[in-house]
């Protein structure tokens, strides 16, 4: 089963500041089955890059994936207020489990 | 509108047995895998199994592989998660999700609250 830890735990920044948050894979993840996911208190987690750099359907620009093997990073150009969240890592490639990271949560300094 | 749409909020004494539900619509169900994912209060998200409705392929995580057991209908386009004996460690929030082409959870059921408590 491949681990994934995620830092920080938690990001204080301000809105228009970027923010970088880190992925790494106790092994190397086959093909950059990488994804990263947005979740908001009350909701549901939303799907944001795919394939370690691919944006899903309606994400804005601002959010850009990168990395590949076992680091991976995700960006986020200049915070909007709505972007302050909790954000996953999850890898899928091979075999059963695809395992989730633990989060980082990103809030409003 | 593709969406999945999740049986309510659940309270349940230890030891008793559970089936909720996860109803897609606006797809083809049985042509993608539906996969569930634990929410424990306050915590991040963990992976428990998944479901390929077209023949019932189903894989668990081996954290929870004995503790659940993952079904489908595809007669009524329902995926189902089940307990035969609760325990107060399962009170989570608990999600069904799309598994789509790319291998991502694309849609997401809105999540069953499942408290158990004596």
């Known amino acids: 089963e491949i681990v994934l830890t995620q830092s920080p735990g938690t990001l204080s920044l301000s809105p228009g500041e970027r923010a970088t948050l880190s992925c790494r894979a106790s092994?190397?993840?086959?093909?950059?089955?990488l994804a990263w996911y947005q979740q908001k208190p009350g909701q549901a987690p939303r799907l944001l890059i795919y394939g370690a750099s691919s944006r899903a359907t309606g994400i804005p620009d601002r959010f850009s994936g990168s990395g590949s093997g076992t680091d991976f990073t995700l960006t986020i150009s200049r915070l909007e207020p709505e972007d302050f969240a909790v954000y996953y890592c999850?890898?899928?490639?091979?075999?059963?489990?695809?395992?989730f990271g633990q989060g980082t949560k990103v809030e409003i300094k | 509108e593709v969406q999945l749409v999740q049986s309510g909020a659940e309270v349940k004494k230890p030891g008793e047995s559970l089936k909720i539900s996860c109803k897609g619509s606006?797809?083809?169900?049985?042509?993608?895998?539906i996969g569930w994912v634990r929410q424990m209060p306050g915590k991040g998200l963990e992976w428990m199994g998944i479901?390929?409705?077209?023949?019932?392929?189903?894989r668990y995580s081996p954290s929870f592989q004995g503790q659940v057991t993952i079904s489908a209908d595809k007669s009524i386009s329902t995926a189902y998660l089940q307990w035969s004996s609760l325990k107060a460690s399962d009170t989570a929030m608990y999600y069904c999700?799309?598994?789509?082409?790319?291998?991502?959870?694309?849609?997401w059921g809105q999540g069953t609250m499942v408290t158990v408590s004596s």
């Open positions: 092994q190397s993840v086959s093909s950059s089955y």
């Open positions: 999850q890898q899928y490639g091979g075999s059963p489990p695809w395992t």
């Open positions: 479901i390929y409705p077209g023949d019932s392929d189903t």
């Open positions: 606006g797809y083809s169900f049985t042509r993608y895998w």
């Open positions: 999700a799309r598994r789509d082409s790319t291998g991502t959870f694309d849609i």
